[in-house]
C-alpha cells in the first residue's frame, strides 16, 4: 500500500534559519501529496499541495516541489520564524485515503 | 477555523464504557474520515464514509464504528474501551473521495 516517509526529529533552528525537512513516499498510480502542520494543541491544517509531477505548492513562505522521478516532496522554508514551530506531517494520496508519515517536530528558538 | 466542528472537546471515562463522538464536516463536503493520533502510533486512519456510505477502513478496531447521517454528520462509537484506547481522535472532510482534506480540532479521548 501507499506510505510516506519523512525524517525524524525533533529539528531544532535559530530563527531566520533555513528548513527543510525531507519526505519520500511509495504509491501507486498518480497521487496527490500534501503537507500539513500541527500547532500545539490544534488538528491539522493544509499548509501546501501538489497534484502533479513538478507541481511547486507553496503557502506563508513554505514550498515543496512533487518530484517523481525521486518520489519525494521535501519541505523547504527559506527563514524560519519562532512561530513555525509545531509538527509537520507529509502526506500521499493515492488509490486509498490520505496515508500521513509519523511528523517531524520543528523547534524555532529566538 | 477549517470548518469542520467535532464534539465533545474533551472525554474522560472508565474503562469497559462506550463513548460517542460527533463530527460535522464542512457545507459542502461529502466525505467524513476518521483518524486516531496517539503518541506510540502516530496517525492512524480508521475509517471514510462518503456520502452515507462506507468508503474506506483503516485500522479500526471491531469495537468501533462509524456512521454518517443523511445531513451528511458522522458519529464514532467506541465501545468496551481500554486504556490503550486513550488518544486523540480526529475528523476530517472532503468534498469529494481522494481531494484534500480539513480536519477539526480533535477530541481527547481519555480512558482511566
Known amino acids: 500500500g501507499d506510505s510516506v516517509t519523512q525524517m525524524e526529529g525533533p529539528v531544532t533552528l535559530s530563527e531566520e534559519a533555513f528548513l527543510t525537512i525531507n519526505c519520500t513516499y511509495t504509491?501507486?498510480?498518480?497521487?496527490?501529496l500534501f503537507w500539513y502542520v500541527q500547532y500545539p494543541g490544534e488538528g491539522l491544517q493544509l499548509l501546501l499541495k501538489a497534484t502533479k509531477a513538478d507541481d511547486k505548492g507553496s503557502n506563508k513562505g513554505f514550498e515543496a516541489t512533487y518530484r517523481k522521478e525521486t518520489t519525494s516532496f521535501h519541505l523547504e522554508k527559506g527563514s524560519v520564524q519562532v512561530s513555525d514551530s509545531a509538527v509537520y506531517f507529509c502526506?500521499?494520496?493515492?488509490?486509498?485515503?490520505?496515508?500521513f508519515g509519523k511528523g517531524t517536530r520543528l523547534s524555532v528558538i529566538a | 477555523d477549517s470548518g469542520v466542528t467535532q464534539t465533545p472537546k474533551h472525554l474522560i471515562t472508565a474503562t469497559g464504557q462506550r463513548v460517542t463522538l460527533r463530527c460535522s464536516p464542512r457545507s459542502g463536503d461529502l466525505s467524513v474520515y476518521w483518524y486516531q493520533q496517539s503518541l506510540d502510533q502516530g496517525l492512524q486512519f480508521l475509517i471514510q464514509?462518503?456520502?452515507?456510505?462506507?468508503?474506506a477502513k483503516g485500522n479500526i478496531l471491531e469495537r468501533f464504528s462509524a456512521q454518517q447521517f443523511p445531513d451528511l454528520h458522522s458519529e464514532l462509537n467506541l465501545s468496551s474501551l481500554e486504556l490503550g484506547d486513550s488518544a486523540l481522535y480526529f475528523c476530517?472532510?472532503?468534498?469529494?473521495?481522494?481531494?484534500?482534506?480539513?480536519f477539526g480540532p480533535g477530541t481527547r479521548l481519555t480512558v482511566t
Open positions: 464514509y462518503y456520502n452515507g456510505e462506507e468508503r
Open positions: 502526506a500521499v494520496s493515492g488509490n486509498t485515503p490520505l496515508v
Open positions: 476530517a472532510s472532503s468534498r469529494g473521495d481522494g481531494t484534500e482534506q480539513y
Open positions: 504509491a501507486t498510480g498518480y497521487p496527490s
